[in-house]
Nanobody, 120 residues
Framework: QVQLLESGGGLVQAGGSLRLSCAAS????????MGWYRQAPGKQRELVAV???????NYADSVKGRFTISRDNTKNTVHLQMNNLKPEDTAVYYC??????????????WGKGTLVTVSS
């Protein structure tokens, strides 16, 4: 059994910063890509940022220059530093991880989400 637990969401004024964290736990052998997605009311879930095991990153154009994704492979954690937040960043943010379990099965795992609200 594998779990992803997000933390760090909250209410912040436009221009402020938040740092999201996600910890993977359970029967994990290794983790390939990890990333953050978000879903705003009435919109599709979209990729915000992804980071490969070797550190290669990719960002949505809307967050480039403002958000930074990082990971610690020894702790099975991934983080998203969000700076200069805008009201349009308001969404539920979900952690995603491509996990190889100890029984060698692969799975695309999701956290339950953490709410980020940016006021103007």
């Amino acid at each position: 059994q594998v779990q992803l637990l997000e933390s760090g969401g909250g209410l912040v004024q436009a221009g402020g910063s938040l740092r999201l964290s996600c910890a993977a736990s359970g029967s994990i052998f290794s983790i390939n890509a990890m990333g953050w997605y978000r879903q705003a009311p009435g919109k599709q879930r979209e990729l915000v940022a992804v980071i490969g095991r070797g550190g290669v990153t990719n960002y949505a154009d809307s967050v480039k220059g403002r958000f930074t994704i990082s990971r610690d492979n020894t702790k099975n954690t991934v983080h998203l530093q969000m700076n200069n937040l805008k009201p349009e960043d308001t969404a539920v943010y979900y952690c995603n991880a491509q996990i190889i379990a100890r029984d060698y099965s692969g799975m695309d795992s999701w956290g339950k989400g953490t709410l980020v609200t940016v006021s103007s």
